[in-house]
Structures are given as C-alpha cells and as structure tokens.
C-alpha cells in the first residue's frame, strides 16, 4: 500500500514535471514570440524616419500637421507610384514595372485587383505607373 | 583768175570729193529697216534680261528662306527630341485587348517528424492561368499538382491534381465586381492572399486549415470603396455558394465535408444534397499611414445547411487583421470560430487562431549581404476542434531571399496536442513565385 502510495506520489510528481516542463516550454516560447515582437518593433521604430516637420513636405507622407490649402490641393490624390508602392507589397515581395510588359501588367493588376480587393480607380493609378515604366 | 580759183575752191567745198560707190535710196531705206528692226530686238533683249534678273533674284530669296526654314525644323526637332523621350510602343501591341499569362508558384519540401526519418517530402506545381478578354473580363483558375505515396501496403506513388479555383471576374462598374465558379472564399484573407509562396511558413495555420473552407462554387459580388485620398478604403464582398456538405450523408459530426457539395457526383446526382445555398460576407477597413505603415481589419462569415436533411447549420466567424510597420515588420493573425449542429454530438463549438510576425534583419542596417536577405518569423497555432482534440503550435523559422521571388524557408514546429500523432517537426522548403 505504502509502495502503492509511493508509486502514485512519483506518477503525480512525473506528471506535475512534465506539466511544469511544458508550461516552462510555453513560457519560454511564448517569451520569445513576445520579444522578438516587441523586438522587431522597438528596431521599426528606433530606426523609422524622423517623424517630418510640418513645414517638410515628404512626398510620400500622406498627412501633413499644418494645413496648406495649395499643397493640399496639388496632394488631393495620391499618384500611381506612391499607391503603389502602398499596397503593392502588403501580401509578396515588391515586384518591378520592367518585369513585365504593358499588355501583361494589364492582366495581372485585374488579378490583383480582385484579389486584394482594391479600389478601381486605385487599380488604374497603379497599372498606369507599371505601364509607364513597363520593361517592353 | 582770182575769181576762177575762188570759184573752184569753193565748187570744191560745195560739192563734196567723189566716193567710190553710190548708195541708191531703196538700199539706203532697206538698211535702216534692219537698223531700227534690230534696235527693237535689242531693247525686248534687253527688257527679257531684266525680268530674267527679277526672276533669279526672286527665287533667290525663295531659296533663303527655305533653307532658313529647314535649318529650323532641324534645330526644333532636335530639341523635341532632347526633351521627350519617343513613346514606347508595347512588343504586343496587337494583343492588348486579351492577353494570357501564367502566373504561380512551386515548392519543393524536406521534412523531418520527431521520431520518423527525414525525407524530401514533396514537389508541387501550383500554376494560376489567367486569362483577360477585354478591359474588365478575366478568367482566372489556380491548380495544384503533387505526388505522394500511396496507402500503406500499396506500392508506388500517385500525382494528385486539384483544380484550387476557377473563376470569371466582370468588373460591372467602380464598386462591383461579379465572381462566379470555383471561388476563393474571403473567410479572412489567407486563402485569398496568404497560400503557396506568398506564406513565409511551409505550413498552413492549423484553424484555417481545419475550421473554415478555403473555395467554395458559387458567386460573388465584391468591391472596393475609397474613404479620402490618402488611400484609405473599405472593401466588401457577399456570396452564396453551395457550401459544407455531408460526406456519408449522414448527420453525423464526423461526416462534416468543408470542401464539398462540388459539381456532379459520379452517381450523376448534384452535388448540393442539402439544397439551400450558404451565404457569407466580409467587410474589410484598409489604413495605409504611409507606404509600408498600414493596418487592415477585417470580420468575415459564412452559414448554412450542411447535412442531406438540412437539419442542421455550420456557421463560421472570422477576424482578421495585418499590420505593417516599415519595410522590414509584418504582423498579422486570425481568430477564427465555427459552429455547426450534429447528430451525434449535438452542437459543436470549435475555435483557433493564429498569430505570426516577421522581420527583416535588413532593418538593422548592419549592411551584410546575407544578413539583408534573412528574415526571422514565428507564429503561433491554437485548435480546438469541439471534439476533445486541441493543440497548440509553436513555430520558429527563417526565411532566405535568393531574390525576391526565390525564398529558401526553414522553421521547427513545436507541437503539443492532445492527438498523439502530432509530433515536433523540422521542415526545409525552397519555393518559387513566378
């Protein structure tokens, strides 16, 4: 009975082990995944741009804090490169216009239209960039 | 005497010396005709050669001013030509209005299980045909095709051929779009936008490939929505497809078919045995801070009969999000839950979700060439499949940029799961987007 009791304690304690073990492994890991976050982060952010001066205007910079009605006006729409460059590399690495000719950047950004599901007239300002600058 | 030689004298003077020949009048007349016949023609000479003169100096200056014209074309066109660079004309300029193409991927995998041996483990070919028939028609349809080995105790290996999608696309208008066929279904945006070479870990995640189906045939119609113009927009899509489907026609829990309820079965019955459609949508918010700095969240879902009597309903939820943060970070993750009726087990809950991040080392600007191609990713898995099996997956791995369409991953999967047959696995995988 003793031995029965002992058995049993060892059992539970072997079992408290491993479950301490992979609880220590979930830890451990779930550490990981958390720094490396944190990590990848805090590398984004310390090595970001500065953030711009409200007098900079920053061609890709999609606000500026003061208002200028005049530059607000000629940045009303952003062009074919810039959205491009916006939504062209969310899902696959960057691709480049001279890869391909007019008529297949045609195809393509259909596909990637319905794909992404992105704006129509977005989709025209990006195909016109590829086009302008396809390889053929 | 005198007088005589006066008179002589001036009878000489009077009366000129005799010449030698005597001119008679008609003669004398007849040469002053041809005189005055000859002045004539010397002055219309003489008037010829001057208009003669005007003439050449008129065309002299006509001259002038020609070369003077040509000399500035030249000089406008050379210009013309230092400012604009000739248009470029297409090579297939002919066939701009319908155009093929085939665009993909291809993996080749190593694998090693805990516990098992380690082996190559598969080469698979996904080709997407796509076809465009005008500006606004294209037809697109995506395969797979992979060997494996047969069951146990059969001998040799067998080619596999799905067909993963096929459908036509018309673009109605700016904000509608209709989809028919085999399509991707938007249950979050893995399958539409994370399968093949374009996920950067060898493995699907576990709920998206257990909890939701990834294609279903119907139809769809879906969209985009501009909000401002700094690229921001909402975009939607609503469909029916004949959905999840019984696989022994039973109502059994265990008979759930994600991917069927498919054409015509070989019996020549239609495939869609419970009748009614299942109907699904997703509603997405795109935020684009500035390039490589966005955020899109999305809610999807999907519902509808699944067994032969239509007694029961299998539903799914999905929220989905990805988050850019430069270049060089991505985050994005599901959380997805499903429910659907029983006949054994009653109603069954299931959930999971995943999260995985990358980043680029090139981030660190350290500026080493093998150290710039390298990223780092992780993800984690969490099921629960509503039947007393959950399991959860740790994964760490790398992935190498031969070039941008050239990747070499590797990752270890951590696993602990209450199906013992999940083990601890290293995969290797070399794949290619064309």
């Known amino acids: ?136 | 005497m005198l007088g005589l030689v006066t008179a002589g004298c001036v009878m000489g003077l009077a009366f000129p010396t005799n010449v030698t020949a005597v001119v008679s009048d008609s003669d004398f007349n007849a040469l002053k005709n041809l005189v005055q016949q000859m002045n004539g023609k010397l002055q219309s000479l003489e008037q010829t050669n001057q208009l003669y003169q005007q003439t050449i100096q008129q065309l002299q200056r006509q001259l002038g001013e020609t070369q003077t014209l040509a000399t500035n074309a030249v000089q406008k066109a050379e210009a013309a030509a230092q400012a604009q660079p000739l248009p470029r004309v297409p090579i297939d300029e002919a066939t701009v209005n319908h155009n093929f193409q085939i665009l993909g991927d291809a993996e080749f995998q190593y694998a090693k299980a805990s516990g098992q041996n380690g082996s190559f483990l598969l080469a698979d070919f996904a080709p997407i045909f796509l076809y465009r028939a005008g500006d606004n028609i294209l037809f697109e349809a995506g395969f797979d095709t992979t060997i494996q080995n047969n069951a146990p105790n059969s001998s040799g290996y067998s080619t596999s051929f799905d067909l993963s999608f096929a459908q036509l696309d018309y673009v109605m208008n700016d904000y509608v779009t209709l989809a028919a066929g085999d399509l991707l279904l938007p249950l979050g945006t893995y399958t539409e936008r994370g399968a093949g070479w374009l996920n950067k870990i060898p493995d699907d995640p576990l709920a998206v490939d257990a909890l939701i189906p990834g294609s279903g045939v119907g139809a769809e119609l879906l969209g985009a929505i501009p909000v401002g113009d700094a690229g921001k927009f909402l975009n939607y899509s609503v469909y029916g497809v004949n959905g999840p489907s019984s696989a022994d026609g039973t109502g059994n829990a265990g008979a759930l078919d994600l991917g069927g309820n498919v054409g015509v079965r070989s019996d020549g019955v239609v495939a869609n045995l419970h009748g009614d459609l299942s109907g699904g949508a997703r509603l997405g918010f795109f935020v684009p801070f500035k390039p490589h700095y966005d955020l899109e969240l999305g809610l999807s879902g999907q519902s509808g009969e699944w067994d032969n009597a239509g007694s029961h309903l299998w539903s799914a939820g999905v929220l989905d999000a990805a988050l850019h943060l430069g270049p060089n970070f991505e985050a994005k993750g599901e959380y997805i839950v499903s429910r659907y009726g029983s006949d054994d087990f009653g109603q069954i809950d299931q959930h999971g979700w995943y999260m995985q991040a990358g980043y680029k080392l090139a981030g660190l600007n350290f500026e080493l060439p093998a150290i710039n191609n390298l990223e780092l990713v992780g993800r984690y898995d969490s099921l629960h499949d509503g039947l007393g099996t959950s399991t959860e997956r740790y994964t760490v791995g790398y992935v190498y940029y031969f070039t941008s369409t050239l990747l070499f991953e590797g990752d270890y999967e951590f696993l602990h799961s209450t199906d013992p047959t999940q083990v601890n696995q290293l995969i290797l995988q070399l794949s290619l987007g064309f």
Not at chain 1, 99 to 111: F, G, N, S, V
């Open chain 1, 1 to 136: 009975m003793a031995v029965a009791q002992f058995l049993c304690t060892l059992t539970r304690s072997d079992m408290k082990k491993n479950k301490q073990s992979k609880g220590l492994a979930h830890t451990i890991f779930s550490t990981a995944i958390i720094a490396m976050l944190i990590g990848g982060l805090a590398c984004t952010l310390c090595l970001a741009e500065p953030p711009s001066n409200a007098q900079q205007t920053n061609s890709v910079a999609l606000k500026a804090s003061t208002p200028d009605p005049d530059k607000a006006a000629a940045k009303s729409q952003l062009t074919g490169a810039e959205l491009y460059s916006i939504n062209c590399n969310r899902c696959h690495p960057e691709r480049y216009p001279t890869e391909r000719t007019a008529a297949q950047w045609k195809t393509i950004m259909l596909h990637m239209q319905v794909r992404a599901n992105i704006p129509v007239a977005q989709s025209r300002l990006i195909l016109k960039y590829l086009q302008d600058n396809s390889g053929r």
